[in-house]
């Protein structure tokens, strides 16, 4: 299992620290019986993703990640020419 360490946001109200988080990837994709239930089961995947960075990870991180994540998306549509 890949194992990646990242550092935690700086908290915004004093004494109130920010907890450890952790995301686990291991189930293979359920089988979805349709469009809509597949896009909703990624949407929610996706939604709890974002929380879990948006309340554990510093924002400056977060806009490097959404800057790849936007790059990354790019090359998809420049590589379908």
Known sequence: M?????????P????EP???ATIIICNRLPDTTGLEETEQLHKSQAQK???VLFNHVAQC???QL???LLQD??????GAK
């Open 73 to 78: 998306a790019q090359n998809l549509y420049v």
């Open 49 to 51: 993703i974002r929380d």
């Open 66 to 68: 959404l800057i790849l």
């Open 2 to 10: 890949k194992t990646i360490f990242i550092c935690k946001a700086n």
């Open 18 to 20: 920010v907890d450890d």
């Open 61 to 63: 991180t977060r806009h």
């Open 12 to 15: 915004i109200i004093k004494n």
